[in-house]
Each structure stands twice: as C-alpha cells, then as structure tokens.
C-alpha cells in the first residue's frame, strides 16, 4: 500500500495543480494533516530529513493506477554556505527568520539544523483545536505576496536582506530594503529579474552541498 501511495498522491497532486495552480496547492497540502498532532508532524519529518540525507540525489519515477508518470525527487542536501551566511548573520547582529510555504511544522524541524529557533520559522499553519490539526488554513497563505504580509504581520519589520530562489519568493525578494540575494536554480524568469532589477545573483551549481 505504502508504495502505491507515493505515485496516487502524486498523480493527485498534479492534476490538482494543473486544474486549480499552486496557491490552491499550498494551502491544500497544509490540509492534508488534519487529525495530526504537531508533534507526530515533527517527529516523521526528522525521520524523513535523516533518510534523505543518506540517500543518493535522483529522480524516481512510478506509474499510478492510470498509468500517470509521477516524478518524486529523493536525497536533499544543506547548502553548506547558505548556512555560514546565516551564522554570521546571526553573529553580526541580525536576526534571521525562515519564511516557507511548507507547513510550519516540518519547516521548523529543518531550520533548527541551522540553529535558527522554532519562533523564528513562518510556515504555512492551520487552527488546533483539542491538541489536533484542523482543516482550516491560517491567513494568510504563504504564497507569493502572501510572504510579505505574514513578514508584516509577525515580524512587524521590513528585512534588509532578503535571499530566495524560487519565483513564489519574488514578491518578498521585491519587499528587501538594501538587498535581494537569488540562489539561481534554473528557473529562467527569475534570473531575468533578478537581472534587471540588479539583485544578487548567486548559481546554486556553484555551492557546496553537504550531508551535516
């Protein structure tokens, strides 16, 4: 059954993304833990993280039921100086916060190897009630300028400095004061921004990835 979950849950996925886009996603995928405690959330996430860290970078491919192709990416590595950036960040004075459109809970659990703390990491969140994931998504959801208004929201303050490297951060990369730092991992429409705009422009290829 396990096995046949990852290509079902897949092939889902990507039809809802085609039929409804990705801000529906985000807010869709948070969903999915309804009748979830945080801390079960917590602790498979540390499983997974400690498995994928031990496994090879690939892309495993599996058929569904319809004969859909479903892609799942398996390994993840540190960005080893994405991290040295942060501590010294930290040891300059700055106060360094993650924002994710990852459900908080997981994103918490990722962040804290980089020693930033729980209270510090923005992630997408539904309400608890009785200790227990609901179904109803917390505005505002974290997708494009809805990163902006939770930095607005919690943080209260508009960052200096601002690194992302997706084109779903593109609105908060907009919303630093002195600097916007893109990690280019291919996508071309945020290269070109990044291009004109005159932020800084950092190739992923060029960083180290590491294990620990």
């Not at 096995?3 to 849950?9: D, F, H, I, K, L």
């Not at 360094?96 to 918490?108: E, H």
């Not at 303050?157 to 991992?185: H, N, R, S």
């Amino acid at each position: 059954e396990y096995q046949r979950y990852p290509a079902e849950m897949g092939a889902l996925y990507g039809r809802r993304l085609k039929r409804a886009g990705k801000r529906d996603c985000y807010e869709w995928a948070v969903r999915l833990h309804v009748g979830l405690r945080p801390q079960q959330i917590k602790a498979w996430t540390q499983e997974a993280i400690e498995n994928e860290l031990a496994s090879d970078i690939a892309v495993e491919r599996r058929l569904s039921a319809t004969g859909e192709e479903v892609k799942i990416s398996r390994g993840i590595r540190y960005l080893l100086e994405m991290g040295q950036l942060m501590h010294a960040l930290e040891q300059a004075g700055f106060e360094v916060w993650v924002v994710s459109a990852t459900n908080i809970w997981s994103v918490r659990v990722f962040a804290g190897y980089s020693g930033i703390p729980p209270e510090r990491v923005l992630g997408n969140r539904v309400t608890i009630e009785d200790g227990l994931l609901t179904g109803q998504t917390q505005s505002p959801v974290l997708f494009r300028e809805g990163k902006v208004a939770i930095i607005d929201q919690v943080i209260k303050k508009q960052p200096l400095l601002v690194a992302g490297d997706t084109v779903t951060d593109f609105e908060m990369l907009c919303y630093a004061q002195e600097m916007a730092l893109v990690i280019d991992c291919g996508n071309q429409a945020l290269r070109d921004s990044a291009r004109e705009r005159r932020w800084a422009l950092q190739p992923q290829s060029e960083l180290t990835a590491v294990t620990s």
